[in-house]
């Protein structure tokens, strides 16, 4: 008897596809891969660090709604083991920015705060819309999850970068652009973790907090309906 299967999706075919959650992955995906050219250019012109990491943010995020396309509609199992893929890909950006601050705090130079002020904030109203679009499905699977948690660690590390363009501009030093990019890279890092976990516990039958969540809600509507029906002779 396939008690598992049955468990991990309220149907016991394949889970169905909400059409709204992939055009907002589409959505999502063109504005990652937009950004990703802008800030990669303005993070040479700039000579900003922060902003060579949000770059590289967007092209890591721009492959993961890639990537969430096409495994949306597929198993639980599939779209777990995509979560651990992200999360793998989410801890390398992470080591990889904390490297390069650590290396920068010997030899970097101020960056231009101007550019950093001007693309920190065209990025920002990017990541809020996208996380704005997501949010109704972060309670979901693992792989749902992961793009809410990715959404909104980039609009905190928009933020982020506005703030260090003003200390920039106010202390004449590198040194705020580089404290972002390492709050950048335990984003990251953290995100990573928690997307690990769930997707590891989803791949060995275990329902998370999210998922437990996920589902209440889903029998509550379903009973909700059932009852209305019996309410309603044909």
């Given amino acids: 008897m396939p008690a598992m299967s049955a468990h991990c999706c309220p149907t016991p075919s394949q889970p169905a596809v909400d059409p709204a959650y992939r055009r907002a992955l589409w959505v999502a995906l063109v504005v990652n891969a937009a950004m990703f050219v802008v800030e990669l250019s303005a993070s040479w ?114 933020l982020a970068v506005m703030l260090a363009a003003l200390g920039v501009f106010g202390t004449g030093s590198a040194w705020p652009d580089l404290v972002v990019a390492g709050i950048m890279a335990v984003l990251a890092l953290t995100g990573a973790r928690s997307v690990w976990r769930q997707a590891r516990a989803e791949l060995r039958g275990e329902p998370s907090a999210a998922g437990l969540a996920h589902e209440h809600a889903h029998k509550h509507a379903h009973a909700h309906d059932h009852g209305h029906a019996h309410h309603h002779p044909h």
Avoid: H
């Avoid at 396309?69 to 599939?78: I, K, P, Q, R, T």
């Avoid at 779209?79 to 920068?104: I, N, T």
């Avoid at 231009?112 to 979901?140: K, Y």
């Fill in 45 to 158: 012109t700039s000579g900003s660090l922060s902003l060579l990491a949000d770059s590289i943010d967007f092209f890591g995020d721009a492959a993961n709604y890639a990537l969430s396309l096409a495994v949306v509609g597929l198993a639980l199992s599939v779209r777990a083991k995509a979560a651990l893929l992200k999360a793998a890909c989410m801890a390398g950006f992470g080591v990889f920015v904390l490297g390069q601050a650590l290396w920068r705090l010997r030899s970097g130079t101020p960056p231009e705060a101007l550019t950093m002020g001007v693309v920190g904030f065209a990025a920002l109203l990017a990541n809020v819309g996208v996380a704005w679009m997501l949010f109704r499905f972060r309670n979901g699977d693992a792989q749902m999850r992961s793009v809410w948690i990715c959404s909104r660690n980039d609009a905190i590390g928009n």
